[in-house]
């Protein structure tokens, strides 16, 4: 069978349901095609319920803090209102149904399908092969990497997913993984009372982002009872009864009642035909220039395309390969001022190159750090004001290449940097301003001052 349409839209995460919601309300005929949940990992197992689970997580730890700041407070964790509200709130319990009638309410047609490119503008599934006129849109997006670690597949170690669709929570977990996603559920769960073993191979958690992070993380979990082990990596894992066991690198071991592997994601573009339009299959991902464009008619979005694993990149590129297809003026896409945030407590706000990346590009630096705890507002704060502001500085040309904002606030405070990043505004400039008092962003003046030190 065949069948026509201007767009098919492959996968749809927040990147193809923006693609594809977006030109269907613009009039085109628009195909939309998922394999699993309309909405993609964001709303169902990622972005949404996790945070869910962490503010339900910080409260409690917001409460054991009342001692000594506001008289006395005990507090009793309860899993399951917020199993409860993951399913009411923000997965539907894991049905697309309002999503599905969303798209459709736009114009668009939806079907549930593994997709293949079968060459430009030809898009197979289910037996029926669909021609695209105006083109195709590859939003596949990326699934959990599991290490090949001996007897880790006979244990039943979870993903993100199945720690976000526990209605029960463990004893005990092992994480094996440092980086952001291991990080926040392994602090999440603590906090509910599971004993919580990490796992990382290098030399600190959160390796990715600036070193003094990573080491403020580690004093955080150590405080709170986390157990986490770095430079150690695991060679072997084992069921034994009810629990699972991690040997370790130099002989020690942990065991546990679950492990969750959290050792990052890599682009889903197997078996979806690539090599028909030209591309190597067996590429981590999907080359585009700054229009999205992969070639002739052909676009992709989000996390295939391997210029950051997060949501808001791949509405970010979505609205700009909409306007391409559309024939609209757009600005081109830049990655220089990519924002993340790690949301432990305190949250990890970061936008741009770090220190080293900067160093291995050849630039002189200047860099400046002021302490969340030292500021009026961190002062004023009290417990759970650990972090920083840090700035990384192109001392030629006077302006901000990275930043890091730890703190309670962490996520919020990096908007300032993120525009001061991408906009390229000078240093003096930043100094020049007035910063509202007493605030966490006015943290900022001592970072700058330490900057020119």
């Not at 990992?41 to 917001?62: N, V």
């Not at 430009?120 to 083109?135: C, F, K, L, P, Q």
Request: proline share 5%; hydrophobic share 40%; aromatic share 4%.
């Amino acid at each position: 069978m065949s069948q026509r349409a201007d767009v098919v839209v492959i996968g749809m995460g927040p990147g193809g349901e923006e693609v594809a919601g977006s030109l269907a309300a613009a009039g085109l005929s628009v195909v939309g095609i998922e394999r699993e949940l309309l909405g993609g990992e964001c709303p169902y197992w990622g972005c949404i319920p996790s945070k869910m689970m962490i503010r339900a997580a910080d409260l409690l730890a917001e409460a054991r803090r009342i001692p000594g700041m506001a008289g006395a407070s005990t507090v009793s964790p309860d899993w399951a209102p917020v199993a409860r509200r993951i399913r009411e709130q923000a997965t539907d319990s894991w049905d697309d149904r309002v999503a599905v009638e969303r798209f459709e309410g736009k114009g668009g047609r939806f079907i549930r399908g593994s997709a293949r490119l079968e060459g430009r503008g030809r898009v197979a599934v289910d037996g029926t092969v669909i021609e695209a006129s105006r083109g195709v849109v590859i939003s596949t997006g990326a699934t959990p990497v599991i290490p090949p670690i001996p007897g880790i597949d006979a244990v039943g170690a979870w993903t993100n997913r199945q720690m976000i669709e526990a209605e029960t929570l463990p004893a005990s977990l092992i994480v094996v993984g440092g980086g952001s996603i291991g990080l926040e559920l392994a602090q999440a769960w603590a906090r509910f009372g599971v004993r919580v073993t990490v796992i990382e191979p290098m030399e600190r958690p959160l390796a990715m982002e600036e070193p003094e992070a990573g080491e403020e993380i580690g004093k955080v979990f150590a405080a709170e009872g986390i157990d986490v082990r770095c430079s150690s990596a695991v060679t072997a894992v084992s069921a034994d009864g009810g629990g699972i066991t991690a040997q370790l690198q130099g002989g020690s071991s942990v065991s546990a009642e679950r492990m969750l592997v959290a050792t990052g994601r890599r682009a889903n573009i197997a078996g979806i035909g690539l090599e028909t339009i030209g591309i190597d299959p067996s590429a981590k991902s999907i080359p585009i220039d700054e229009h999205c464009r992969v070639d002739d008619g052909v676009w992709s979005v989000g996390d295939c395309t391997g210029k950051g694993a997060f949501t808001h990149v791949a509405v970010y590129q979505a609205r700009i390969a909409t306007a391409d297809i559309l024939g609209r003026p757009h600005a081109p896409a830049t990655y220089h001022a990519l924002p993340r945030v790690t949301f432990t407590d305190p949250e990890v706000g970061a936008v741009g190159l770090t220190e080293r990346q900067a160093k291995d590009r050849g630039l002189q630096l200047r860099t400046g750090i002021g302490k969340v705890a030292t500021s009026a507002r961190g002062w004023i704060h009290g417990p759970g004001n650990e972090g920083f502001i840090k700035l990384i500085e192109d001392a030629d040309r006077g302006v901000l290449v990275g930043a890091t904002s730890m703190a309670y606030a962490g996520g919020e405070i990096l908007s300032m940097l993120a525009v001061a990043v991408h906009a390229c505004v000078p240093t003096q400039t930043l100094r020049d301003m007035i910063y509202a008092y007493p605030t966490f962003h006015r943290g900022m003046e001592d970072a700058l001052a330490d900057l020119h030190r």
